[in-house]
């Protein structure tokens, strides 16, 4: 699969970072809060996806220094239907229930966060951070 986002804010943060199963990595978008911020999976044969994981920066300071995604839109290209939902504000994994049948494209886009705070003397960065994406389902 691939993956394309709305933003990124640097080569070393870009999308394909959700993809690499490695805590070291993350997706960070262009010093945008999240606003506007969509995620594009591309599946190069058809699956059937029944649940997604979600999971934020997983180091403590990291975590509360960056944007994260509260609110979400999800949808796949084999329903009608957009999932709509809200995160907690935890870097323990998150799960979401996916319904598809048979999709090539999933998209999630942000419609709101939870803001980045200060961590002791370190300001708080103006980026949505998220660290991977897994998928649970099988081939079509």
Not at 90 to 104: G, Y
């Amino acid at each position: 699969s691939s993956v394309r986002a709305s933003s990124q804010l640097s080569d070393a943060f870009g999308p394909e970072n959700l993809l690499d199963g490695d805590p070291e990595t993350r997706w960070n978008d262009a010093s945008a809060r999240g606003v506007d911020a969509w995620l594009e999976f591309t599946f190069a044969t058809p699956v059937q996806i029944t649940e997604m994981e979600f999971q934020n920066v997983t180091d403590d300071e990291k975590f509360k220094q960056n944007y994260k995604i509260q609110g979400y839109t999800i949808t796949v290209n084999d329903r009608n239907v957009p999932i709509s939902g809200r995160l907690v504000n935890s870097n323990e994994p998150q799960q979401v229930r996916i319904a598809s049948l048979e999709t090539f494209t999933l998209r999630v886009e942000v419609t709101t966060t939870y803001p980045a705070e200060p961590v002791g003397d370190a300001p708080p960065f103006d980026e949505l951070a998220l660290e991977d994406i897994r998928f649970f389902g099988v081939e079509r």
